[in-house]
């Protein structure tokens, strides 16, 4: 097993790296409500870093299409005591919120990634409080809230507006006072994209990588809607936890070309797929 240091920031490092889901919701799309109950969060969430966990990245509030925002007291309410129990683990914590208030409050228990799926649209206070503390910031191209995410799906070009439009929050981000390096672009696989989309973007993963050649790339395609569409039966799409295989087959994809984090809610052959293409690349 290849160890890699998940604060280093080459965008390729020797193996790329591993972030588990630990969604700490009611709802979310794959996994709501399973993690609710903090104590058996910071159990689910030993658990990943024991399956190869190389990051574990929080999250409470669910980001699925359709979704309503949750009130900024629950968010907090909700991550806080996990990111406290799992800052004593030796693994990088990644907290996934769009809001800065949140953001300050799991900084100062000890996450070390922000992980903002709007990439500071949502609220861009979150850039100057990831600007002025130690973290890495995730900006993953965005378009608007989940509710209204599904119908903001019109691109002339979709590899080519992602890239445009990530480009600007990156900007934006930097113009605040972020550092360069310690920016991590993501596509935003399923956030304003219909599957035929999320299927071009991934199939232009050496132009979004070469987009973006000094930023370390993150995907996170673990068990979305499209896997479900392309593995349908005659019962309708397959269902999210039977996504595991296709999401572990993307994983290796994104890894062969330069990938440097995939987020997956599985950990295991997720980690495994990794540490074989990293052999494969010799
Ligand atoms: N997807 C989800 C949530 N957070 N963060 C990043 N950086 N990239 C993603 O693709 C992403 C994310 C939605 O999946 P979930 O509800 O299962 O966590």
């Known amino acids: 097993m290849i160890d890699v240091d998940p604060a280093a920031t080459a965008p390729h490092p020797v193996r790329t790296l591993v972030m588990g889901v630990l969604n700490v919701t009611p709802d979310s799309f794959s996994d709501g409500g399973r993690w609710f109950d903090p104590a058996v969060a910071v159990d689910h969430g030993r658990d990943l870093i024991a399956q190869g966990a190389d990051i574990i990245d929080v999250g409470g509030e669910s980001t699925r299409p359709g979704c309503e925002r949750t009130p900024v007291e629950e968010e907090v309410r909700r ?26 409050k799991v900084i100062d ?68 006072g972020v550092a360069r390096e310690r920016i991590i672009v993501d596509p935003g696989i399923g956030f304003a994209k219909t599957a035929e989309h999320n299927w071009q973007l991934l199939r ?63 950990v295991r052959d997720n980690r495994d797929a990794c540490e074989t293409v990293a052999a494969l690349r010799g």
């Open 204 to 266: 232009a993963a050496d132009a979004f990588q070469d987009a973006f050649a000094d930023l370390r790339v993150l995907w996170g395609v673990s068990r979305k809607g499209f896997l479900g569409q392309l593995l349908a039966g005659s019962r309708g799409p397959r269902p999210a936890m039977g996504r595991d295989a296709a999401t572990a087959a993307i994983t290796s994809y994104c890894a062969l070309h330069g990938a440097w984090a995939v987020r997956t809610h599985e």
């Open 109 to 176: 228990a000890g996450a070390t990634i922000v992980n903002d799926v709007s990439g500071g649209l949502a609220d861009p206070d979150i850039l100057r409080v990831c600007a002025g503390a130690d973290v890495d910031l995730v900006l993953m191209h965005w378009r608007g809230q989940s509710a209204s995410m599904q119908t903001l799906t019109d691109y002339d070009d979709v590899v080519a507006d992602v890239i445009t439009e990530l480009s600007r929050q990156v900007d934006a981000a930097l113009a605040v």
């Open 79 to 104: 991550v806080l005591p996990v990111v406290q129990a799992l800052s004593v683990e030796d693994t990088a914590l990644s907290v996934d919120t769009m809001r800065s208030q949140v953001a300050e």
